[in-house]
């Protein structure tokens, strides 16, 4: 059996952790059953932000009259966007795969692992023990137990970023940022959408007046039924039937996005001293430790967020906690999130249902885009901005803004959490005018 001073389960995040061990020149074993880089480069951000910025100019070009600019005769090469997205990640992969393998202190072994007991695994049956391992194998596509769905081929989102046909009319199960990515992507390029939502409103851990105004926005583009619970799927001939309640509804492709679980059932995670959550998530400490000494989880599997830039996060301090004699404790002040959907979504902190749950005093600064220079020179006319204060410290508790570039928009919010914490360095800074973040500092100055 093969010892090694590090062992790295997943390939995405965790490559931060095994490059670092390896620069100290320590035995590493890199295991990973798929193409590396994980979740986000494969499966995930990467190719879901090619695919939709194919949506994004066609959706430009589709809005262009409004604006003076006529255009005709616009058409979509469906399959040349997925064949060059795929090429693109397949490329990159590869890459990752090609520099592993050419490290003297790491060993890649492509397959499926499994813990055989404490700080033993199997892969590819060989057994190998890792004097310190770092759990980052990630999350896979939660499947509902609805009758008919495991035999209709369906697809989830991985497949959905590869397919070389079109559909005609995609139905989707499932109203998160998933459902809400691919619905932009496919409704864009011409497929007929319907979402089928079992919340009142789409995207719902959003805060509450986000939620309700994207859901509101979507509906204006594509068939959106809320409070709709599927029990039922069917396949007839090349179409999927799929019922919930006295709804039915006939499609010639099926999407599944309806959440996440963890892999810990996958790698055998119960058969070592590794705690985990009733859902299946692996339980660590501040440090990124797991109940086991040595044993450190980060990214999707540990689940305390569900973000690429949160898993590279906890990758350096992990990284970091591993080796020294100090460890520190992970700093998630001010986590941001994005939707790329249309509109676009970004949020960072507590919304204002959570404000309220907790019995928190707030105030809240709203502003549209609409009543800035440049939100009315690109009619952005369902955005806005809405940030949630402490009353008595300035202090920042939240903010939600949904419209053009909010990915973009909110990162000046993220610099003023994570460095004084109030409000107050937005409202000194100088905004140029009319940039499009005037909308961010006009909220800032519109708390009551």
């Known amino acids: 059996m093969q010892t090694f001073d590090v062992i790295v389960i997943g390939a995405g995040s965790g490559l931060h952790v095994a490059d670092a061990a390896a620069e100290q020149k320590l035995k590493v074993a890199v295991i990973e059953a798929g193409p590396m880089g994980g979740t986000c480069l494969n499966r995930g951000c990467i190719p879901s932000k090619m695919v939709i910025h ?16 006529k255009v005709s005769g616009a058409k979509t090469n469906f399959a040349a966007i997925t064949k060059r997205v795929s090429s693109i990640v397949d490329k990159d992969a590869k890459d990752i795969e090609d520099a592993l393998m050419k490290d003297k202190n790491i060993t890649l072994f492509k397959g499926t692992a499994r813990f055989t007991g404490d700080y033993t695994l199997e892969v590819n049956k060989q057994k190998i023990k890792g004097k310190k391992i770092v759990i980052a194998a990630g999350t896979r596509e939660f499947i509902p137990p609805v009758e008919g769905l495991e035999s209709s081929g369906y697809i989830t989102s991985t497949e959905a970023l590869r397919l070389k046909n079109q559909p005609k009319h995609l139905i989707i199960i499932g109203g998160g940022y998933i459902a809400a990515e691919m619905a932009h992507f496919y409704g864009m390029m011409g497929t007929k959408i319907t979402i089928f939502q079992r919340d009142k409103f789409m995207i719902p851990r959003e805060d509450g007046e ?54 810990t059932d996958i790698l055998e995670v119960g058969k070592t001293a590794v705690k985990m959550s009733k859902r299946g998530f692996i339980e660590v400490d501040e440090y990124m430790e797991t109940s086991q000494k040595n044993v450190y989880a980060l990214g999707d599997i540990a689940g305390v967020y569900l973000f690429k830039h949160s898993a590279n996060l906890e990758a350096q301090y992990v990284s970091h906690n591993l080796f020294s004699k100090k460890k520190s404790k992970v700093n998630y002040d001010a986590m941001p999130h994005a939707v790329f959907s249309s509109p676009q979504i970004a949020g960072v902190g507590m919304t204002e249902e959570q404000l309220v749950e907790k019995k928190i005093k707030y105030s809240v600064g709203r502003y549209e885009y609409i009543h800035t220079g440049m939100g009315a020179a690109i009619d952005e006319q369902d955005g806005f ?19 053009k570039d909010a990915s973009t928009l909110i990162h000046e919010v993220l610099v003023a959490m994570r460095t004084e914490g109030t409000l107050s360095p937005i409202r000194r800074t100088v905004h140029i005018h009319p940039a499009l973040n005037e909308v961010v500092q006009r909220a800032f100055f519109n708390i009551e």
């Open 54 to 69: 194919s949506a994004d100019v066609m959706e430009t070009i589709q809005n262009a009259e409004k604006f003076g600019i």
């Open 210 to 263: 986000v939620a309700e105004a994207f859901t509101k926005a979507f509906s204006k583009k594509y068939e959106v039924i809320t409070e709709a619970s599927v029990n039922k799927v069917e396949k007839k001939g090349k179409n999927f039937v799929v019922h919930a309640g006295k709804k039915k509804v006939t499609g010639d492709q099926l999407l599944v996005a309806t959440g996440r679980v963890p892999n």
């Open 385 to 403: 901005v809405k940030v949630l204060v402490d009353p008595k410290t300035n202090k920042i508790l939240g903010c939600h803004i949904m419209g």
